[in-house]
């Protein structure tokens, strides 16, 4: 029998305690401590080949390994929310991420080598992974108990807006310290973010994860794979978009790559701004097909095209296409398992995506080496089209 028939009581008789949107302290908390994501990620690699001397090799595995971590903490960090509550995961998490942000500083120290600042970096992307997964995990988790499970996919598209305005805002500010005040600054502000996060989430009430049975983490996964699965064929579209889009502008002699993630925000966030409840209101199943066919549309205008104004249209209906892909597959997600297994449901589900962004990159790069850059969105657009049919899939076995 699917975990969502499971009828949790107590957890009916707390609906009149929901409030009508996520909780704004959470949000703001989650923009904050997830500035420490998008600070960093310009940054460390200028500071690894231009000041400590490394290859190009050595930068790409600094900025992998955070995904490894991240990936491998998923389970640890949906347990702890499940038992205590995304609050709790969510402080941890912020002072994890201080913590990996003061390793950094110490990085940029001028007494220790080369090899040793390299070794402290290392370890903070590790630390990072961790502090991202605790705090990402637990932030969702709360912001979907703020609402209950009848608003949880407002929840996650509101998450998401966060999270993607703190990586657009954080990367340039991140550059900007770097550039004017060195390394120091931008690491200072890596240990500043989360601390503002953990402060602004004290003041927050806990709206604790329903008690009741608990699944195993790998049952969890059992349960959710098709819909992470569909979550994880959707990111190799954005992987594309991040990663590639300045070099195929370039190859084209197009000027305006700088426009492509602009593109690509718009549309993402107009769409979960003006639908993002959508899918509470209709099959979540439903959304994310259609979501994926409008994703793969994009990714092949992009492939396609021979002007870069049609390729920016491509990139902004890739943004249109992916907005609801999570809060509706979510949605799908958490019906599969108990109410007290939420926690576990959220850190499996975006586990998927870690994956999706850890190994899309470098598949990518080796198409686009084989093939040319153009391959890297038919690529995308396969993957979006697989993932339409999975979620159609799944779909039909619950119905």
Not at 234 to 239: N, R
Request: glycine share 12%.
């Amino acid at each position: 029998m699917p975990a969502s028939l499971i009828n949790d009581a107590a957890e009916q008789k707390a609906d009149t305690t929901y409030l009508s949107r996520p909780a704004p302290g959470i949000i703001a908390a989650l923009f904050s401590g997830y500035l420490a994501v998008g600070l960093p990620l310009p940054v460390i690699p200028l500071f690894i080949h231009d000041k400590l001397g490394f290859n190009s090799l050595v930068v790409g595995a600094a900025i992998g390994i955070q995904f490894l971590a991240t990936v491998l903490s998923r389970g640890h960090a949906g347990h702890l929310t499940d038992l205590h509550g995304g609050k709790r995961s969510a402080l941890q998490g912020a002072a994890v991420s201080a913590a990996a942000g003061a390793l950094y500083l110490a990085a940029a120290t001028p007494v220790f080598s080369p090899s040793i600042s390299l070794a402290i970096i290392f370890i903070g992307r590790l630390v990072a992974g961790l502090g991202e997964s605790l705090f990402v995990t637990g932030c969702v988790s709360w912001s979907i108990a703020s609402v209950g499970p009848q608003r949880a996919g407002m929840s996650m598209s509101w998450t998401g807006i966060a999270m993607f305005a703190a990586l657009a805002i954080g990367a340039p500010i991140g550059m900007g310290l770097y550039q004017a005040y060195g390394l120091e600054a931008a690491m200072l502000a890596c240990v500043l973010a989360p601390a503002v996060a953990a402060v602004i989430a004290l003041r927050e009430h806990p709206y604790a994860t329903p008690a009741g049975p608990r699944l195993p983490f790998y049952k969890v996964i059992g349960q959710i794979w098709r819909e992470g699965a569909g979550l994880m064929l959707q990111g190799v579209g954005l992987s594309g978009l991040t990663a590639f889009a300045s070099l195929y502008f370039a190859a084209r002699h197009w000027d305006n790559a700088g426009f492509v993630m602009t593109a690509f925000g718009v549309g993402f966030i107009f769409v979960r701004v003006v639908f993002g409840s959508l899918p509470d209101r209709v099959s979540g199943y439903r959304v994310a097909l259609w979501s994926l066919v409008i994703e793969a549309a994009g990714q092949l205008i992009i492939w396609t095209v021979s002007s870069e104004t049609v390729a920016l249209a491509g990139s902004l209906i890739t943004g249109l296409g992916c907005a609801l892909i999570f809060p509706a597959l979510g949605v799908e997600a958490l019906k599969r398992v108990p109410p007290a297994s939420r926690g576990s449901a959220m850190g499996a589900f975006v586990a998927f995506l870690d994956i999706a962004y850890g190994v899309s990159s470098p598949v990518s790069g080796v198409i686009a080496a084989e093939f040319g850059y153009a391959s890297v969105y038919l690529l995308g657009a396969a993957c979006a089209l697989v993932g339409a049919l999975l979620v159609h899939a799944a779909r039909s076995s619950n119905s």
